[in-house]
């Protein structure tokens, strides 16, 4: 009973924080309230420079992998490793080689979104039919026309599903920039020392939520993604 | 205006097959407006023969000629562009509506808009397609349905040469005889000079001008008339090929208004009256389960202008093959 009540209080104490400012721990600064929206305009903007760097990088190299047909090996190799790397490790690395900065962490970021974006591109343009690529091809379209009125509209709803996938993940992992010397809302994680135990449920939970409305929002983008019609007929029978 | 189509000692090799061509050194000529069917069991190079046309393969050895110049000369996109091109599974654009679909080539020829949607739909309206269904999508369609479109797109730019790989092969008995003779009439009414490729020699007998026979090994077995070739066939393999019901394919190809009548009064009665454009193969059907084999023919008025015995589809068939041919 008192331990509910107990994380029921931590709870509250983390919405507060949320909803209204108070001096830090230590003094001197504003922290919670609006000060978050700052945070949260970092986080944002880092995972959005992060998220550019990998669809530019991985939806043109997945289409191109999938329309020739090479490169089986190389898109599942990436996307494999890209599995098997977890991404704190993935952005360890990047530290130790790299430096600190926003430039690195957000290409750390971006190295974390490729592989989900280039397998999905990669196989959406896989799955379009043989025969239908076969007439196309047939009826004299070149190779780019190809892939931008036929390969590309059909393959859109994987696509955007990998873009989904890796946005999420780099949302989530955004968090962990402060440890890299770039602020994000991972910052009253990181700095317990400033933003106490309210602070940090506080800013996880904002974390969670930024995540949702990240996963919900290019879920919505995914179905209007898509170029066919909706199974229900359009037209009654 | 519709293409003379020319293949002159066409190869196909393909790198690593043992040595054994898909195609071996075939020559055909099909003239302007005339539909050849290149027919052969699995493995004959058919499909590989038709495909070297719009170049989706590359002959190895050989030319082909289009009203006499040679498709190696040109780009291979744009060729295709004047080829009309039909395939066994249609492959449609599924986020394309059929009026979209069928307007595919005039888009890349560039045409401007509202021609585009206007030939779209003459088209549409020329395979029979539903009006209704112009704005469907192919996922909404049945497969006759999929397979008219595929049929006007391929027309759509009016195309002097058209492709076509067992348009009819997916497709339920029922449907596949229905579009068969859609098709034929359609021939009548396009002036393309079409390239037909199937395993199934009755819709060879019916569509076609010319037929090829291919043999296993890309090699030409027989090229002729379906007449000629049901009567005179080449050798063990297309007789084999032809079928043993060679003489009732015959029958297909004739009418009951080919046969000398007798006249009107030997009409028996209680027999029901056949028209005289019935096929006499479906004339001898009735004729054999007519108790006197003897049936009242009428015009397509409904007159009647004679009667058709059993001994005259017999006779005719003998007169047909004239003196007694070899093999």
Redesign the interface.
């Known amino acids: 009973m008192s331990a509910l009540a107990s994380i029921l209080s931590d709870f509250g104490e983390a919405l507060e924080f949320i909803f209204t400012e108070r001096e830090s721990r230590a003094g001197g600064s504003e922290i919670g309230g609006t000060q978050l929206l700052g945070l949260l305009a970092d986080h944002l903007a880092l995972s959005a420079v992060a998220l550019a760097i990998g669809i530019a990088v991985a939806v043109p190299l997945g289409i191109w992998l999938g329309h020739t047909g090479r490169g089986t090996f190389l898109a599942v190799g990436i996307a494999n490793v890209g599995r098997a790397v977890p991404s704190i490790a993935l952005i360890a690395l990047f530290f130790a080689f790299l430096g600190t900065g926003f430039v690195n962490v957000a290409l750390a970021l971006a190295l974390l979104a490729i592989p989900p974006i280039l397998a999905n591109a990669y196989v959406g343009i896989r799955l379009v039919e043989p025969d239908t690529v076969d007439a196309a091809r047939g009826m004299g379209m070149t190779g780019p026309q190809i892939v931008r009125r036929v390969e590309l509209p059909l393959a859109l709803p994987l696509v955007v599903g990998g873009i989904r996938t890796s946005a999420v993940n780099v949302v989530a992992t955004a968090a962990i920039a402060p440890l890299a010397g770039v602020s994000s809302l991972g910052d009253p994680i990181i700095a317990f020392g400033v933003y106490g135990e309210s602070g940090r449920l506080g800013a996880s939970i904002v974390v969670a939520a930024v995540a949702v409305a990240t996963e919900v929002t290019f879920g919505l983008a995914q179905r209007l993604a898509d170029p066919l019609p909706s199974t229900r007929r359009t037209v009654p029978a | 205006m519709p293409a003379a189509l020319e293949l002159q000692n066409v190869t196909k090799q393909y790198p690593g097959a043992g040595g054994a061509p898909a195609v071996a050194d075939l020559s055909l000529r099909v003239e302007p407006g005339e539909t050849c069917v290149l027919v052969g069991p699995s493995g004959s190079g058919k499909t590989t023969a038709m495909r070297m046309v ?1 170049r ?1 393969v590359d002959m190895t050895s050989g030319d082909i000629l289009i009203d006499g110049r040679s498709v190696m000369r040109s780009d291979p ?6 080829i009309g ?1 039909v ?9 394309r509506t059929a009026l979209q679909n069928i307007g ?2 005039p888009q ?1 020829l560039g045409w401007p808009r509202e021609r585009i949607v206007a030939r779209a739909r003459e088209l549409a309206d020329l395979v029979g397609l539903d009006p ?1 269904l112009a704005d ?2 192919p ?2 369609m049945s497969g006759g349905q999929r397979q008219r479109v ?1 049929v006007a ?2 027309l759509a730019a009016d195309p002097p040469l058209m ?1 076509m790989d067992e348009p009819f092969g997916a497709l339920d008995p029922i449907t596949r005889d229905h579009l068969q003779g859609e098709f034929e009439r359609l021939k009548e009414r396009v002036s393309t000079t079409i390239v037909f490729v199937t395993h199934d020699i009755d819709e060879a007998i019916r569509l076609g001008d010319r037929i090829a026979i291919l043999r296993e090994g890309g090699g030409l077995a027989q090229y002729a008339t379906p007449g000629e070739l049901l009567l005179h066939p080449a050798d063990a393999f297309v007789e084999e090929f032809v079928g043993a019901d060679r003489a009732l394919k015959r029958l297909a190809l004739m009418q009951v208004s080919d046969c000398e009548l007798e006249p009107v009064g030997a009409v028996p009665a209680g027999s029901a009256a056949m028209r005289d454009d019935t096929s006499l193969r479906d004339a001898l059907a009735a004729l054999l389960s007519d108790p006197d084999g003897r049936l009242p023919i009428v015009d397509a008025e409904g007159r009647p202008i004679g009667v058709l015995a059993l001994e005259t589809v017999h006779a005719k068939l003998r007169v047909e093959a004239g003196a007694p041919s070899p093999g």
Not at chain 2, 77 to 82: D, Q
Not at chain 2, 87 to 95: A, E, K, S
């Open positions: 719009n989706m996109a744009e060729l295709r562009r004047h091109y395939i066994q599974n249609v492959g449609l654009f599924p986020h595919t080539v890349l209704a469907r999508y996922g909404q595929g797109r391929a492709l």
